[in-house]
Structures are given as C-alpha cells and as structure tokens.
C-alpha cells in the first residue's frame, strides 16, 4: 500500500477546479526537515464534496497533516523540458491551528478609566 503522512504549512491559498464534473481542490504543502534542512514542498489534491468546504480553511499558513497515496505525473515546464513530479491524492485532512498571521496581533487597548463622581453637589436630605 502506497499511504503517506504529510504535516506541515500552506505555502499559498487553496484554489479549486472542475475535472470531469467533480471538484478538486489543490494546495502546496511545506514539510519542514529540520533546522539546516530544506522544507519539502509537496503538490495536494482533495478530490469531491469535501474540496468545496474545506477550501475556505486551506489558506497560505495554515497548518495541517495530510494523508493519502502518492502519485507521479510527467509534465512539460515552460522550457520544453519534460520533468517528474510526485503528488499526494489526499484522503485526510487534520487542521493543525488557525492560520498565521502576517503582522502581530495588537495589543487589547486599555481600559477606560471610570468617570470620577462628585457627590458634593447632592443634597444631605435626599433620600437616595
């Protein structure tokens, strides 16, 4: 059996088609190796109904674990070289956390203070 296990972050957002009268949704994934590795980066494809509703959360950042086969295709660069890419026909899709944010979060801002109440202008003999 042919399965693999991918996590790792979205390098661009989602984008669907139609193939055949079913919707794909196709993504990148970067599998990172380690500190003095370079990421691998992996081509995705979610096949069916689930391609519509999971391309809103499938955005560049976002962190998952992919699992499904993986598949080679051949294809022509713009070149004119003929060139090997192996892609995963994904099966499974866990959403690792929110997506990253491009700038950090602002702080919450502060408090407004309470409006000071001079109680010296209210009558002794008011009965509240």
Do not use: H
Not at 9 to 34: P, T
């Amino acid at each position: 059996m042919n399965n693999i296990t991918v996590a790792g972050q979205l390098g661009k957002d989602s984008e669907i088609r139609e193939v055949a009268g079913e919707q794909v949704l196709s993504f990148s994934v970067a599998d990172s190796q380690g500190r003095d590795k370079p990421s691998i980066w992996w081509n995705a494809q979610l096949w069916g109904r689930r391609a519509t509703s999971l391309q809103q959360y499938l955005v560049k950042g976002a962190s998952v674990t992919i699992t499904g086969q993986v598949t080679q295709r051949e294809y022509t660069d713009k070149t004119g070289q003929k060139k090997m890419s192996q892609d995963i026909r994904v099966n499974d899709v866990a959403l690792q956390g929110g997506k990253r944010e491009e700038t950090p979060r602002q702080a919450a801002p502060a408090p407004k203070a309470a409006p000071k109440t001079d109680f010296s202008d209210i009558p002794d003999d008011c009965p509240f």
